[in-house]
């Protein structure tokens, strides 16, 4: 079993930066892909971005804003969001799978493993 709980939302002016974390508790969490998703009201929850072994992937709408790290040995994982818009405001969920296929890994249904979310709102 991993528990996900993750930390960072908040308010930011369109621009700015925020930086989310994602603590996992378990064991062997290195042999999790984890992965970043959001959600936004009324809307399915959408892939951001994901670590499957040692390879990272982006959305299209996040590369070269967002950039997703891992501490295999704090058992984090970060995601540091730059350049935001009111685009990218969202409920942001930590996720991770053991068994996640690289050609599934954007897909929220491949994970078993969930965080409770943080709210990210990016307004003036």
């Known amino acids: 079993q991993l528990q996900l709980v993750e930390s960072g939302g908040g308010l930011v002016k369109p621009g700015g930066s925020l930086r989310l974390s994602c603590e996992a508790s378990?064991?062997?969490?290195?042999?999790?892909?984890v992965a970043w998703f959001r959600q936004t009201p009324g809307k399915e929850r959408e892939f951001v971005t994901g670590?499957?072994?040692?390879?990272?992937y982006y959305a299209d709408s996040v590369k070269g804003r967002f950039t997703m790290t891992r501490d295999n040995a704090q058992s984090t994982v970060a995601l540091q969001m730059n350049s935001l818009t009111p685009d990218d405001t969202a409920v942001y969920y930590c996720?991770?799978?053991?068994?996640?296929?690289?050609?599934?890994?954007?897909?929220?249904?491949?994970?078993?493993?969930w965080g409770q979310g943080t709210q990210v709102s990016v307004s003036s």
């Open positions: 378990g064991s062997a969490f290195r042999r999790y892909a």
């Open positions: 670590i499957k072994m040692g390879n990272t």
């Open positions: 996720a991770a799978s053991q068994t996640v296929i690289t050609s599934r890994i954007r897909s929220p249904d491949a994970y078993n493993f």
